[in-house]
């Protein structure tokens, strides 16, 4: 799996399967990727790798049905995490590389960042030290559709609805895509419809690579003048896209997050409504009648789909039903009352964060899942380059240093994970007492017990194929095996 040095940055299309959807609680069971220079072209070999499953967690039997990677699998043929970051940080995470998925910013970077913590990793340094940093694709395509479609098919859902799913659309375009929801195939399906991107829009898709960077964002949206943005919150029936305005900055963020207001809008239907009355647009679902507060959050480091307004031309403007009057017309409103309606969204922000703060009854946070609760200092951080470098053998010189919680409650379940023939006798009792706590917490609404009767409610499908039913068969069998002695 050795990659040859080469000049300049490269791309590294990567792409993961999971447990399930959620990168808290997750896990990521195969890493796939290939490395390519900026004209598309492999270089090196292609990564495809099985991760262990540590038997504290229970995977959806949905995604496994999905992906057909069973726990039994990552078993027989995976290595540890600890053992794949290694191999990560050496051979993957290189100098220059920018890290490329589809949808990976919400979803495959979110795991990598989880693993990265659970295993005393800085969570975030893969994708900006050194000059690396990252793309997504999902984005380019969305605004490739709404602003440049030409030279490229584009798939519909069963209800006429315009959809970007990467396999309709290698489908659509007639690119290799045999086996979707393998991470290899995927990669090479998402390297496939980047080049017929790069070929059919070859200035659209290089100035979205270029804009990837935060200061490039920055000259756009921080410019107080209207901008592109293309963003799945936005309405598939108008190409994702909208003409937006930088309202401020986002108050609870760091730097580099601001809230934009969608200029299809009228400001003044919000302007006149008090804080309060703001708080509950934004609660509103998409469904829900009332005003609903078209505002959004676009976060700089996120590699969003901005671009000047001057890009769009009379064809984009019809197809995503823009009347430049009317922009032009509420562009001049928010700018006349922009303060006001700020400082109003501003409140109605902090009031949701209160409710928020109020239902959350559930005070005990599993340590897995705390990874935004704060930056380490500088006696963690020493702690976990030692690990980082030592695994094992540095376990015991880093607990005299950890000072944050987090990383104190996290070593064994590190080392449990990990090296679980290094346990003492007293230490797998606790990693017991830890595995009858997460599967058996809340009688019969445990983990276990929402596992077997999820799997009991597909085995009722009477479409499965054989396949699929020794699928759910293996989960059966996974659940009864990790179940812990609830007497011991």
Excluded at 256 to 262: I, K, P, Q, R
Aim: glycine share 4%.
């Amino acid at each position: 799996m050795s990659v040859r040095s080469t000049a300049g940055p490269t791309l590294f299309f990567y792409d993961l399967e999971t447990s399930g959807i959620n990168p808290r609680a997750d896990r990521v069971m195969q890493f796939a990727g290939q490395r390519t220079d900026t004209d598309l072209n492999p270089i090196g070999d292609p990564f495809n790798i099985i991760i262990r499953l540590s038997s504290d967690v229970l995977p959806d039997p949905r995604a496994v049905l999905i992906t057909g990677i069973t726990p039994q699998q990552t078993l027989a043929d995976g290595i540890s995490e600890y053992e794949f970051l290694k191999v990560f940080h050496t051979e993957v995470a290189t100098p220059g590389t920018v890290f490329v998925g589809y949808n990976n910013v919400r979803f495959d970077d979110e795991f990598m960042r989880f693993m990265l913590y659970r295993n005393f990793y800085d969570a975030y340094t893969w994708q900006w030290k050194d000059d690396r940093s990252r793309w997504d694709l999902l984005d380019v395509i969305r605004m490739t559709r709404a602003l440049r479609p030409d030279g490229i098919k584009w798939p519909v859902d069963v209800g006429g609805v315009a959809t970007n799913r990467l396999e309709l659309l290698t489908a659509e375009n007639g690119l290799d895509h045999a086996h979707a929801h393998d991470a290899l195939n995927d990669v090479y399906a998402t390297i496939a419809l980047a080049k017929l991107v790069k070929e059919k829009q070859p200035k659209l898709f290089s100035f979205l690579l270029d804009a990837r960077h935060k200061k490039t964002v920055s000259h756009i949206v921080d410019s107080d003048k209207p901008f592109i943005y293309t963003s799945g919150k936005y309405d598939a029936k108008t190409e994702k896209t909208t003409v937006a305005l930088k309202l401020g900055p986002h108050p609870g963020r760091q730097s580099g997050s601001s809230l934009v207001f969608d200029l299809r809008f009228d400001p003044l239907d919000f302007v006149k409504l008090s804080a309060t009355e703001l708080s509950e647009c934004m609660r509103r679902k998409k469904n829900d009648l009332g005003l609903r507060l078209p505002v959004k959050t676009l976060q700089y480091n996120r590699c969003p789909a901005v671009a000047p307004v001057s890009v769009l031309d009379s064809a984009s403007q019809e197809r995503l039903q823009v009347d430049m009057k009317i922009i032009a017309k509420n562009h001049a409103t928010l700018t006349k009352h922009k303060d006001i309606l700020y400082q109003k969204t501003v409140e109605a922000l902090s009031l949701l964060d209160e409710l928020r703060a109020s239902q959350d009854e559930d005070t005990t946070t599993p340590v897995d899942t705390r990874l935004y609760e704060g930056f380490f200092s500088e006696k963690d951080s020493q702690a976990m380059t030692a690990i980082q470098s030592r695994g094992l053998d540095a376990i015991d010189d880093a607990r005299q240093l950890i000072k944050d919680d987090r990383l104190a409650q996290l070593l064994p379940l590190y080392k449990a994970r990990n090296f679980p023939e290094s346990m003492s006798s007293d230490e797998h009792e606790a990693w017991e007492a830890h595995r009858r706590h997460v599967l058996f917490a809340g009688g019969d609404n445990s983990k276990l017990a929402q596992y077997f009767t999820a799997l009991s409610m597909l085995a009722k499908d009477e479409s499965l194929n054989p396949e699929k039913r020794f699928i759910l068969e293996e989960l059966q069998l996974y659940g009864q095996s990790i179940m812990p002695d609830i007497d011991s």
